[in-house]
């Protein structure tokens, strides 16, 4: 795709990836096909080829209006588009890009902007999060049907061991996975105990940044990477073997803080170590088989039990893990249910759910049908925020799948 970079964002950083991310891009249109928005609303301009000629022509000089805004925020950076993409383009980066700059030329409405600045307020500090949880669970009865729904029941933290083991990982506590979930990082904590590897939460260490990032505050999101890279940085010289995440959506942009602070000569190098050591719980155990599935063959069940596996879009898109999870469950004794278009977004996507609440619905309502189509019982996942979003139109459990395999264990 050819380029004409307007004079004001041509020779900045921000302006040479984009170029660099836009002459990747044929127009083939394989995106398409993939893209959650286009599949329910079949505008052009709601799938990513389309959102890519809309932040072209911003870049170009065209001045960006409320429509070009909205286009924009529909999108639910599932990254579906960049597995589907023969050229391998960016789309997450470049659209990131494009919402900061047409957030600078174009107003939102008050609603809008206050409802923005409220998400960015609360949900990304933990001291506020979790009161208003439970003061929202207190005044359930009251709140609107769409919000009561995103409040599940006050759940407890199980056990969390207490042994030392030379070999040692942190895990982020994310800022409201401790208020909905607690027992996930709890749970992980187990797991690693029991094949020999120490997990511990750092106090200091806070909401991940991409609350803030995907609100129209890339500074915020920018200065949320800087505490925890401070926070985790004494562990790091003291020899951590990895940052572990529960949460693939914290995890996916905490590989991205080499990316974002790459232009900061204080943070780069760190930032980068920190993105390197930053792993999936996934992963870990993934390549920890030798020590757990001895673990998990002494207490595996004569007869799989079925269970339905949703794959969070930023785990399989955007960290690229695929198939890690469902190894991890079928060898914990679990039989996977097929699930339909798997590679579609359930419509969480962060702050989507509360941002875009019709869209976010149709998109959850279609994927539970297809979770549920294979009879399971239960529903398992890896994410936080598609737990909650998914529980909210379901009786049926949906778990962290991690906390499937410490039952096992236990």
Known sequence: MQTHLAEFIRDTPEGREAEAILRKCV???????TCPTYQLLGDELDGPRG???????????????????????RCLTCRACETTCPSGVQYGRLVDIGREVVSRQVRRG????????LLRGVLSRPGLAGPAMRAGRMLRPLLPSALADKLPPAAHRGHWPGRGHDRRMLALAGCVQPALAPDINAATA??????????????????????RFHLDDHDGGRAAARRNIDAWWPHVEQGIEAIVMTASGCGAFVREYGHLLK?????????????????????ILAEE???????????RPPEPEPLAFHLPCSLQHAQGIRGVVEGLLTEAGYELTPVADGH???????????TQPELATRLRDNKLAALRAGGAPMIATANIGCLTHLQSGTKTPVRHWIELVAGRLV
């Open 27 to 33: 127009h083939c249109g394989f995106c398409t096909a």
């Open 51 to 73: 959102r890519i000629y809309l932040i072209k022509q911003v870049l170009e000089g065209a001045t960006p209006t409320a429509r070009t805004q909205l286009h924009l925020d």
């Open 110 to 117: 008050m609603a809008d902007a206050l409802q923005r600045r």
């Open 190 to 211: 187990r797991v690693l105990d029991a094949i020999g590897i120490a997990l511990e939460e750092v106090p200091e260490a806070g909401c991940c940044g991409a609350l």
């Open 263 to 283: 232009d900061d000569p204080e943070y780069a190098d760190r930032a980068a170590l920190v993105a390197e050591l930053t792993r999936d719980i996934a992963e």
């Open 289 to 299: 088989r030798k020590r757990l599935s001895p673990l998990l063959e002494a207490v």
């Open 344 to 354: 579609l977004c359930c419509g969480s996507a962060g702050t989507y759910s509360v």
